[in-house]
């Protein structure tokens, strides 16, 4: 039985990791593997690290993210606190510092390492080199330390140029400098010596011969205190900046010259052994290329990164050989027994390994750090290969702490041209999407020649040329995103379908490059972006007109253009009609990964596209491998200017419903609908249209059991395209829209129309008109023959290509499709129609009916049984919204068997449900919500009836007694989940207790900020925000979030990443806030396991509850003070409403007096477009500046930057026309200021 097998340690039981990332990984699965006990020291910055996760305990380290891994102090705290045996610090932080090491010692912490004397004699490098020279062993021509300048340029001299000033305190590359003369010396030895002193609290330099033509090698030792054992050399050459990028075992070098390795070897133990060294440690060498002649550089006391490489070709775990020499120690024996030691060495390695080095870096930016999302991860499989990483899919990469993502270590036992191979096939293979790498670098290095031949030096890589495959983000424009074409159709549960807004360009543009017409592109609004090829490719710029520049010299768009390598295609800014433009690349951008199916950003939900964001400057796209021989290939061409669509349309298609029936809405008000010129808003953006008009005249005073407003109903699932009324507001739902919510949408748009909504620009003007069920699908078919058309012309066939815009008349059908009507126990049920896509099925008379929600639950239980093509329901309280794809399953077809599938449920009396029971703990008041109510006064509304305290308004507006009446709401009743969606999965819930019924309206406007998990009320239903977003519900408690984009954590997977099925039932229980805050930390790292089984629901039982309710006279007298509180409330409301709204008006109100008093020559600063003013940057007083932001818009939910132009500059700011929370149109003055004549 040797040291490195899997026998459990005998007298440590408890391990703290003294480190993150891969090396904390490293080590805890070693622990794991020897049934040791492992402790985990995180930082907020790393909660959601993999060692995190695996480790027995966690705990958070005080003090400040960046620093505290080194705040040793703190991490011996935590090992008294735990009972921690011993600590292993991995490498890096803590690794080498005597201190530490003494401190753990004193404390009766067993320090898994070399002991504090042999850390304190290699801590500096002179001495190191002294310990060499005695011990005979080959040190570089150099000094001890330096006093002077001067006495570093005359040492310079007699050594011979070049030479190197090394800090004595150095490592990891920091504090060397090469010099080529005296001249160099003298300017770098202060800079050298102030750096050290700051950096490592130790000012000595010293100076040693360089070798521009050197070697570093080194050998992993192990010892116990009286013998050390080599385990062979390691080539660590290959360098950037003094820091390792591709290590390999055994070195080419040393193989390639006899006997090498054996006085390499015995000089490593000859050194350690004058130490007495214990545990595990690496003597590294510098080797002159030319003579093969070695020189001792220093010796690193800890486990090296590149460990891995050792224990594959030595069939040695250097890991287990620190815990069990250190478990001899603390069990009072000097280490593990010589025999066993000596018998662990081998003379020469098994095979060949590689270690390749992957960062969060980008190569084509001086190798720049690249902190960011991992979206999707995947590594090499296989015999002989290894992975060491703390990353997995959606991790985010701080900047906090080194970049490394992880390392990829191939073995091979036929040789080092074998494992070279297998290497280039692993990093083939592995795939890191979101933040960039350093992949693409690695693979060049290991098939280069200077790889290929073992010719790698320290500086090989200084003139290493690297060429990428990419394009380059110089100016993101003012929002780019990642589209693909139909997006997350079929997904549902609040994941927004996506894509291009104007699909037709963008499909355009693909059909132009040779794409098929779904594949990625980059949807710009506005303004464009401006990018850089680094390979030549196939381009297309299709959609609203800009001006498009290439290397200086303007090309067209409708075009298929060829960028040669290193040239650079600028979009300007937008002009005239539309607002969107698309750029296709053939090829599209494979390195983008996929979100439960496509590529197209959500950029306010934080998923799909690069990182779930906008473009960025200095974001790469990787292109094609093919993109170079396409462009050689490819000729150039332009569509015909009459198969170019035009943009100046004025005219929206629609289909009536499913709220525009004579019960929602007055024929004066369905006048006003399509009668008006509507005008589009500033406030528009991904997720919706918003328009500016009159009001319409409804035929009801509220909205029943789904609010106050007329325009209220039951929550329900919006159809795509709604027109959507939020009050008096009316918004056109686009591709980034919620799927459900409690507003009429008594038009839908025509799903061909929407690429013209795409298009619709602020300040447009647009009518709707109502055509019927076949006329939508005529309008799709006039698009895709469109698209038809283009192929062929594009394919060399000549044939006519139509406008895909066509000519309707106006033809309004009612939006009611059907109607059942009740039937003993069974509810009247209405068929709606929801454009040309859906049917909305409800049940009931918009009350709280039980019976409704179990209706909806068995009729989709229906349609998934019956497994139709392309259709699918999303189940709501009292509806089910049925989605189609109208080419595959008819409208009336669909209707028909939906009438059938209802008329099989009958009588709902003795109905048992299977679902799922889901405990929760919830924080009531926790102090977060208190912070969001906060930012809510002090950057929104100051004043309002829910404000400043949530829970208190609640309790009024429901007439109770107390806040914990408020609380017993969550706490002493099962809430069902009666629909999951809205937005990234959230449930929404109904309480299962007529007594719990309690009723809030919605914040007005909504908050911008609710921190994720808050349960908050809206009308008569709650819900849980999975994520933090921005939201109107009144909060009272703050429970887990249930969603993990990753699908890493217990409960969720990457199909499913939200946790609550519709019927869940969910039980609240009370934590305390520290309670609570450990169970989010716990959430965050993967180790928190819902409490979820599987139960059967009666729901006899709990309509009989309600039906009992109704006839107690003691709860009518309660929702009779329930209503009249409410009320009240109401009116409150509407009075500091109207006061919030008067003190806008009087804050923004022009003063022209004082207009008319500016003096000298006015110069303005004007808005270019319809928007809110977000920031405003100056203030009376300041000069402006060329090239500075003046103020920053709102607008489609982007920023735009209003710079101070050329003939501005100079002139001082004397008044702010338009403060922040500002409407302005194009023309509108924000900023005056004067230039004295």
Known sequence: MTVTDSTSLRYIRKVLVANRGEIAVRCIKACRELGVHSIAIITNADATSLHATLADETVLLPGDDSTAYTDGDAILDICKRTGADAIIPGYGFLSENVEFAEAAASAGITFVGPSPASIKAMGLKHEARAIAEAANVPVIPGTQLLESAAAATEAGESLGFPVMLKA??????????????????AKAFSMIESRAGALFKNSGV?????YPRSRHIEVQVAGNGDIVVAFGERECSLQRRHQKVIEECPSPFVEAHPGLRERMLDAAVTYASQLKYKSVGTVEFLVDDETADFFFLEMNTRLQVEHGITEMCYDVDLVHLMLKQADYEHGGQLGIPSDVLRGLGRPKPHGSAIEARI?????????????????????????????????????????????????????????????????????????????????????????SDIFVSGNTLTNSLATFKFESCSLQVLDPGVYSTIQDFPGRITVGHGIPPGGPMDDLSARVANILVGNDPGVEVLEVTLVGPELLFHEAAVV?????????????????????????????????????????????????????????????????????????????????????????????????????????????????????????????????????????????????????????????????????????????????????GGVNFTGESPIIFAHDRPDLGGFVCPITICSGEMWKVGQLKPGNTVRFQCVTYDDALEIVKRKDSYLDALRNLLGGKSSPVASPIISLNHRSLSSILHQTPRLGNHPKVTYRQGGDTSIIIEYGEQVSDLRNTVCVQLLGKQLTIADLPSVRGDANFSSLTVRFDPFQMNQGRLLQLLIEYDGTIGDITG????????????????????????????????????????????????????????????????????????????????????????????????????????????????????????????????????????????????????????????????????EYDKAERDFQAGRYVFEIEDITLDMDEHIAKFDAAAQDPKYRAWRKRQDAAAQELGETEKQLFREWIEAKESNHSQDSAEDEAIAGKTVLVESPVDANVWKVLVKPGDVLEKGQTVAILEAMKMEIKIVASDDQVGATVVKISQPPGSIVSPGAVIVKARREE
């Open 168 to 185: 004595t305190g150095g490592g990891g590359g920091m504090g060397l400098q090469i010099c080529e003369d005296k001249e160099q010396v």
């Open 206 to 210: 010293f100076l040693e011969k360089y």
């Open 359 to 447: 960062y969060a870096e980008v190569p084509l930016r001086d190798f720049a750090p690249s902190p960011g999302i991992c979206q999707f991860l995947k590594w090499a499989e296989g015999d002989g290969v290894r992975v060491d990483t703390w990353v997995r899919n959606g991790q985010r990469i701080t900047p906090l702490y080194d970049p490394l993502i992880g390392k990829l270590i191939v073995h091979s036992p036929d040789g080092r041209p074998a494992a070279q191979v297998k290497m280039l096939k692993a990093l083939a293979e592995t795939a890191i999407q979101g933040t960039q790498s350093n992949l693409e670098y690695l693979s060049k290095i290991i098939e």
């Open 540 to 720: 297309s710029v299709c959609g609203a007109q800009l001006p498009l520049t290439l290397g200086g010299g303007s090309c067209p768009m409708w075009s298929r253009i060829i960028i040669p390598k290193g040239q650079t295609l600028k979009l300007g800014k937008i002009t005239g009609n539309g607002i969107r433009t698309y750029l296709a690349v053939k090829g599209g951008f494979p390195q983008i990964p996929e979100f439960l199916g496509s590529k197209s950003t959500a950029p306010e939900l934080g998923f799909g596209g690069i990182q779930g964001r906008k473009l960025q400057i200095n974001d790469i796209l990787s292109l094609s491998p093919d993109s170079k021989t396409w462009a050689a290939e490819t000729t150039v061409t332009s569509l015909p200017s009459e198969a170019i669509p035009a943009f100046g349309y004025t005219t929206l298609y629609c289909m009536d419903g499913p709220y525009g029936s004579d019960d929602i809405l007055t024929h004066q008000g369905r006048d006003t609908l399509y009668g008006t010129d509507w005008v589009v808003s500033h406030n528009s953006s991904r997720s919706g249209v918003r328009l500016d008009g009159p009001q319409l005249e409804w035929a009801r005073t509220s909205g029943g059991g789904g609010g106050s407003h007329p325009s209220n109903v039951f929550d329900y699932g919006y159809p795509n």
């Open 911 to 1074: 109905i048992k449900i299977p679902a799922r029971q889901v405990r929760l703990p919830v924080c009531l008041d926790h102090s977060s919500l208190q912070e969001s109510a906060q930012r809510y006064m002090e950057s929104i509304r100051p004043t309002a009836a829910y404000m400043p305290d949530n829970v208190e308004y609640l309790q009024k507006n429901n007439a109770l007694e107390s806040r914990s009446d408020v609380f017993d709401s969550l706490l002493k009743t099962p809430w069902l989940t009666v629909a999951v969606g809205f937005y990234v999965g959230t449930p929404i819930m109904f309480p299962l207790d007529p007594w719990r019924v309690l009723t809030g309206q919605k914040y007005n406007p909504s908050r911008v900020y609710t921190p994720s998990g808050s349960i908050g009320i809206g009308g008569s239903l709650a819900a849980i925000y999975p994520v933090t977003a921005p939201g109107g519900y009144q909060l009272m408690g703050r429970t887990l979030g249930g969603w993990d984009a990753a699908g890493n954590r217990p409960g969720f997977s990457s199909t499913q990443p939200w946790l609550f099925n519709h019927f869940d039932l969910i039980k609240f229980y009370a934590v305390s806030e520290e």
